[in-house]
């Protein structure tokens, strides 16, 4: 068998919102740091969140596309959604009573939508759209016996091809213990609390009460266990409530059944067998009795919050862990985001991060780990993603200038000073002049005068601007400016 684990190494994505077509390596991790860390980065509207949305529908299954998909989601209404994502490959044990030992190898996941053409039987109301996720099987689609023999069948001899059934996803069934998916959209509070959708928070709550169960199966809860519990802390709350409206409320309910049993009815302050399904997160001091929800901390607060609260979870818990995150950056001022950074890099030894970003502070310090993917719009209106990762301008690719200036079209001094830099390094040019004398075998003239000590020197434009950044002492030529200095950055790259 396979154990996997089930990351995403291709994402293909069709006909979803602003993607016609489009296909995105990932990262996946090998234990050092920062190998499993996927980064977008590009303007607004060049579909980075569309592509964690389509990665979170990828494993989210059927029943929440439904609710959540409209029709609006479509590139081409006439057209289907196909997600797509590419794996290592992993086992699925049968769950079939007449395969039962045998299994299955699958070599991705696969999630489709299409508006729906027909009424779904026995509902009242139907959703609008129609859609399935399933396993991808790999080439030879068929059962295997434990040993990783071909299951042949007893009166043909033939191999048993995948009974469809088994193709329903299901991400507990991934590998030898499932994968988990966290995607933490803009909306930072909903993951700290419960919610119509489970959420980290909902998840997390889960785990506390089945431990909190099997305490209290393991200690055999004695009869007066329901009275040691609310006696003290709630004491005085509930009978605040009970002596009052609650009691009037039961003999009123119990009269107009004409039911005494029912005169046991009371106001409860929380589910005795499942105590933190009402629980929420707070600040607050041990002698104090005021309490400061997490919404109040700011939306920073709440981003680093479920992200701990997930690491807390997955580290009790097994299975392969994957993390979406949407702009992280959102509210965290610069030393936050520099350690949030050391986070995600330390998180991506083992799992797979994918992370939207338009950080500087971030993307400084992350673009040397993993894959970046650089989104822009194309002249027709379509959506272009480049991957930067071995493809850049300098054996060291991707830098964060080169980052910058590839996906918001911004020149900045570090992108000048390195292209200036590694040109001198690369041809073995020690001196400025000799960098004009190389630029003007390009094509590019020197056609700048620079002004040092009242000596005046023809320059290029590239030789220029450099001079503006290392010299900023010299006032006796006129600066450059940020169209200047983005036709220079140009010229250099075009030299090299």
């Not at 099997?214 to 709630?234: N, P």
Request: aromatic share 10%.
């Amino acid at each position: 068998m396979y154990d996997g684990p089930a990351f995403i190494r291709e994402l293909s994505i069709d006909n979803f919102r602003c993607f016609s077509a489009e296909t995105i390596n990932l990262a996946v991790p090998n234990g050092s740091l920062g190998s499993g860390l996927t980064l977008f980065v590009g303007n607004n509207g060049t579909g980075k969140t569309s592509a964690l949305e389509a990665l979170d529908y990828l494993f989210g299954g059927r029943y929440k596309a439904e609710n959540k998909l409209s029709i609006k989601d479509f590139n081409d209404f006439v057209k289907p959604i196909s997600i797509a994502g590419k794996t290592d490959r992993f086992s699925i044990k049968s769950e079939l009573e007449y395969y039962k030992g045998k299994y299955f190898n699958c070599v991705g996941l696969k999630f489709s939508a299409e508006p729906r053409d027909r009424k779904q039987p026995g509902k009242l109301l139907s959703s609008t759209i129609s859609a399935k996720s399933h396993f991808s099987l790999d080439e030879n689609a068929y059962y295997n016996e434990s040993d990783g023999q071909p299951h042949l069948q007893t009166r043909t001899g033939d191999t048993k091809n995948v009974d469809p059934r088994e193709l329903t996803l299901d991400t507990g069934k991934v590998g030898p213990n499932g994968v988990n998916v966290f995607y933490f959209d803009k909306n930072r509070a909903r993951h700290l609390v419960s919610g119509t959708y489970r959420t980290t928070f909902d998840a997390i709550c889960d785990d506390l009460n089945w431990r909190y169960q099997k305490k209290l199966r393991e200690e055999e809860a004695s009869a007066d266990y329901a009275s040691k519990v609310t006696k003290e802390v709630f004491v005085w709350a509930l009978d605040t409530a009970q002596k009052g409206t609650g009691a009037k409320l039961s003999e009123q309910f119990s009269d107009f059944f004409d039911n005494a049993h029912f005169k046991n009815l009371r106001l409860e302050l929380l589910s005795l067998l499942e105590p933190f399904s009402s629980a929420f997160l707070a600040v607050r001091a041990e002698d104090q009795i005021q309490q400061v929800t997490t919404r109040s901390l700011g939306s920073g607060v709440e981003l680093v919050l479920a992200l701990l609260l997930q690491r807390l979870l997955s580290d009790t818990a097994k299975g392969d862990k994957i993390l979406l995150i949407d702009e992280p950056e959102m509210h965290l001022h610069p030393t936050a985001q520099k350690k949030l950074a050391d986070l995600l890099l330390e998180e991506a030894k083992t799992s797979q991060i994918v992370v939207s970003s338009h950080s500087p502070y971030l993307l400084q310090r992350l673009v040397k780990f993993g894959t970046t993917n650089v989104f822009s719009s194309t002249a027709t209106g379509g959506i272009e993603v480049e991957q930067q990762a071995g493809g850049g301008l300098f054996p060291w690719s991707p830098s964060f200038g080169e980052v910058n200036f590839k996906a918001f079209a911004m020149p900045t001094v570090d992108f000048h000073n390195e292209l200036y830099g590694y040109l001198q390094d690369k041809h073995n040019l020690l001196k400025c002049e000799d960098v004009d004398r190389f630029l003007s075998g390009k094509g590019i003239p020197s056609d700048h005068t620079w002004v040092r000590a009242g000596k005046s020197q023809t320059v290029s434009e590239c030789t220029y601007v450099r001079h503006c950044i290392h010299h900023p002492e010299n006032t006796s030529n006129p600066t450059y400016n940020e169209a200047k200095l983005d036709v220079s950055t140009k010229k250099l790259i075009s030299a090299l």
